[in-house]
């Protein structure tokens, strides 16, 4: 995730994650974390606009459809506290 200059301010890789999907929870600096989100699931932005970026490695041709499927899958919305 990028701040509004363009910073780096969150990276996770798949080699860090503990499961192949992730969650995660992006708020102000200086706001308080959501009840029941667990902290290793938030991220505090230093800016209130910026850029979320997710990559995908791919490593053949023959993967394409498969790995635009799971692209899909990823959205980024406001939290409302439901799954």
Known sequence: MFAHNSDNFFVVND???EK???DYILIEKGQAIPEGVPAKQVITS???SGIALIRVFIDRDERLDELDRIRRMSYCNSYTGEK
């Open 15 to 17: 080699s860090q994650l």
């Open 20 to 22: 192949k999907s992730f």
């Open 46 to 48: 230093p800016s209130t």
